[in-house]
Nanobody, 123 residues
Framework: QVQLVESGGGLVQAGGSLRLSCAASVLTFSAYTMAWSRQTPGKERELVAYIDWGGATHYRDSVKGRFTISRDNAKNTVYLLMNSLKPEDTAVYHC?????????????????WGRGTQVTISS
């Protein structure tokens, strides 16, 4: 069973930055695709970014140039650095994980999820 624990959320003003972390309890972390998704009440969950086992990264258009996903395989941790934050970035951010590389990962379909961390951006 893979467990994911997010941290780093909080309240910041528009234009500020936050770095989210997700610690994974899995023996073969380097073989997993890791992702960040976000959800706000009344909206569907949306995939923000993901990084595959080879280190290739992918972002939704609205965060390109502002967010950076990275991973530290020695620490079993994935990060999301968020710069130039906007009020519309307010959401609960969830870490997700899946073994290997699968087509459904690009659609946000992962087998393992964390409980999430709240990110609130004030205007």
């Amino acid at each position: 069973q893979v467990q994911l624990v997010e941290s780093g959320g909080g309240l910041v003003q528009a234009g500020g930055s936050l770095r989210l972390s997700c610690a994974a309890s899995v023996l073969t972390f380097s073989a997993y695709t890791m992702a960040w998704s976000r959800q706000t009440p009344g909206k569907e969950r949306e995939l923000v970014a993901y990084i595959d086992w080879g280190g290739a990264t992918h972002y939704r258009d609205s965060v390109k140039g502002r967010f950076t996903i990275s991973r530290d395989n020695a620490k079993n941790t994935v990060y999301l650095l968020m710069n130039s934050l906007k009020p519309e970035d307010t959401a609960v951010y969830h870490c997700a994980a899946g073994p290997g590389a699968r087509v459904e990962y690009a659609n946000g379909q992962y087998p393992y999820w964390g409980r999430g961390t709240q990110v609130t951006i004030s205007s």
